[in-house]
C-alpha cells in the first residue's frame, strides 16, 4: 500500500509556513508534498530553510498545471494554502477534473494570520473546500454565520489555532542580555518615513539601555519577495539612522521560533508573531507609535491589553495579554486540530466525496468568477487558458526558455545581493 500523503499547494514562503505546520497538525504521519506556485512571490530555498520543515517532495509549477496532476489528484489531503482568489479558481477547476473518481483528496484552506479586513471577501472565496480552518473561536463563529446565511455548510468551518503556535514557555534568563525583538512587517507601515522613525526608536532604546539586546526580526532579504511587497527594506533603512546604530542594536534573520526562544519582549505593528510571541507567555507590545488603525492591522489586538508606544517600551512596560482575550483568539489551546483530525476521518467514512462545489459559480457570480479563472490562467471550463505567444508553452521549449529566463533572474538577485552586501555583512547574522 503506498504511503499517505499530504500535499501543499503554497505561493510564498508566509504561506507555506501556515500550509507545511498545518500539514504536520493535520496529518502528521504522512509524506508532505510541496507544490510552490510560480510567480512573484515564489519561496527561495533561503527561505524555506528558514521555515524549518522540509517536504519529501517539492515541485515547482502554475496553478493551471495542476488541473490534470495525477500526483496531487491521488494525494490524500490537498491543504490549498493561497490567495483566496487562487482558492476559488482552483476548487472549482479541481472539482470538475475530479468529478467522477472514486477517490480525490480532501481538501482544507483557511487564514496565514489574523484576519482583520476582507473576512467576507476571502471566506466566500474559500467556501466550497472540505475544511475551512478557523484560527480562534471569534474566528469561527464568524464564519458559521457568514456560511449560515448564504447557503454554505457551516459545519466546514473548523475550529483550531494558528498552526505555528509553540514552543517552550517563557523563562527569564541571566546567562543572557534582556533581549527585546522587533518583529518587522514587509508593508506594515508602508510609508518609509513611519519605517525609519519605527527603526529610529528601536536604536534610540538600545541606547537608553545600552545593557539590553536589541534585534530587529527581518523577513527577507532584500530581492527576496514576500506575501506583501516590501518597498524600504530595514536591512537599507539602518544607514540612513540620525546617528550610527549602536552596538547593541542588531539586524537577524532566522526561524521565529529560535528568535522567540531569546526573547524577554516581543515588539510589533501587528505581525502574527505577536500571538506566537503570547502563546509562549512573552510580554509583547503592540505598537501604536503610528496610530492604531485597521490599515495597520493593530486594531485587531485593541482588546488584548497589549497597546503600548515606544514611550511605554522605554518606562519599562512589559505587557501581557488579557486572558479572556487570548482565550478567544485560541492561544493556549491544548491539541488545537483534533476537531480537524476528526473531520477528515468522519469525511473518509461516509464514502466517496462529493464533487467540489464552490459557492461562487457561472450560475450565482458569472462575471466575478470569470474574472478570478482567468487571471489564474483558467477558463470557464476549468481548462487551462492557452499560452500566450511568446511564452514557449508547457512543452520542452516553454521549459527551455523558463529556465533561461530562470537564470537571467538570478543573475540580477545576485547582481542586488552584491550590492547591499556590506550592509548585510555589518548588520545582518543570520
Known amino acids: 500500500m503506498p504511503p499517505r500523503r499530504i500535499a501543499v499547494l503554497a505561493d510564498s514562503d508566509t504561506r507555506w509556513k501556515w500550509g507545511a505546520s498545518v500539514a504536520r497538525q493535520i496529518a502528521p504521519g504522512h509524506a508532505l508534498d510541496a507544490c510552490f506556485l510560480r510567480g512573484r512571490s515564489t519561496p527561495t530555498e533561503r527561505q524555506l530553510a528558514e521555515v524549518g520543515i522540509v517536504p519529501d517532495t517539492q515541485r515547482v509549477l502554475s496553478a493551471a498545471e495542476l488541473v490534470d496532476d495525477e500526483e496531487l489528484a491521488s494525494a490524500d489531503i490537498v491543504v490549498l494554502a493561497v490567495l483566496g482568489g487562487t482558492v ?9 477534473a475530479w468529478e467522477g473518481r472514486e477517490h480525490r483528496p480532501v481538501t482544507v484552506s483557511g487564514y496565514v494570520g489574523v484576519v482583520y479586513e476582507k473576512m467576507v471577501d476571502g471566506l466566500m472565496t474559500r ?5 475551512v480552518l478557523a484560527n480562534s473561536a471569534y474566528d469561527a463563529g464568524r464564519f458559521r454565520s457568514v456560511f449560515e446565511n448564504v447557503g454554505v455548510d457551516p459545519d466546514s468551518v473548523v475550529e ?7 514552543g517552550e514557555p517563557y523563562r527569564p534568563s541571566t546567562d543572557r542580555p534582556f533581549t527585546v525583538t522587533f518583529a518587522v512587517q514587509p508593508s506594515v507601515p508602508r510609508e518609509r518615513q513611519g519605517r525609519l522613525r519605527l527603526l529610529e526608536r ?5 541606547r537608553r539601555y545600552p545593557d539590553r539586546q536589541v534585534l530587529i526580526k527581518l523577513r527577507s532579504m532584500p530581492g527576496e519577495q514576500t506575501t506583501h511587497v516590501e518597498a524600504d527594506p530595514y536591512q537599507l533603512l539602518v544607514d540612513e539612522l540620525a546617528e550610527p546604530a549602536p552596538a547593541n542594536l542588531r539586524l537577524v534573520y532566522g526561524n521565529m521560533g529560535e528568535v522567540l526562544d531569546r526573547t524577554d519582549l516581543l515588539v510589533t505593528v501587528s505581525s502574527t508573531a505577536a500571538l506566537e510571541s503570547m502563546h509562549r507567555r512573552i510580554p509583547t507590545a503592540i505598537l501604536t507609535d503610528v496610530g492604531v488603525r485597521e490599515a495597520h492591522g493593530n486594531h485587531y489586538f485593541v482588546r488584548s491589553g497589549c497597546l503600548a508606544s515606544w514611550d511605554d517600551i522605554d518606562a519599562g512596560a512589559l505587557p501581557q495579554p488579557d486572558p479572556a482575550w487570548a482565550a478567544a483568539q485560541g492561544i493556549g489551546r491544548t491539541d488545537p486540530y483534533a476537531a480537524a483530525r476528526a473531520r477528515i476521518a468522519a469525511l473518509r467514512a461516509a464514502g466517496p466525496l462529493p ?3 464552490p459557492y461562487y459559480s457561472p450560475q450565482t457570480a458569472d462575471i466575478y468568477l470569470t474574472g478570478i479563472l482567468r487571471s489564474n490562467g483558467f477558463d470557464e471550463k476549468g481548462r487551462p487558458l492557452p499560452a500566450p505567444l511568446g511564452t514557449g508553452g508547457s512543452g520542452r521549449a516553454g521549459k527551455a526558455v523558463r529556465r533561461v529566463a530562470g537564470r537571467g533572474a538570478m543573475k540580477l538577485y545576485r547582481m542586488g545581493h ?9 548588520w545582518g547574522a543570520v
Open 88 to 96: 476559488l479558481a482552483l476548487t472549482h477547476s479541481l472539482g470538475l
Open 127 to 131: 467556501a466550497g473546500t472540505d475544511l
Open 160 to 166: 483550531c489555532a494558528l498552526p505555528f503556535l509553540g
Open 202 to 206: 528601536a536604536a534610540a532604546h538600545a
Open 355 to 357: 464533487t467540489l462545489q
Open 418 to 426: 552584491q550590492r547591499v552586501a556590506p550592509t548585510l555583512r555589518r
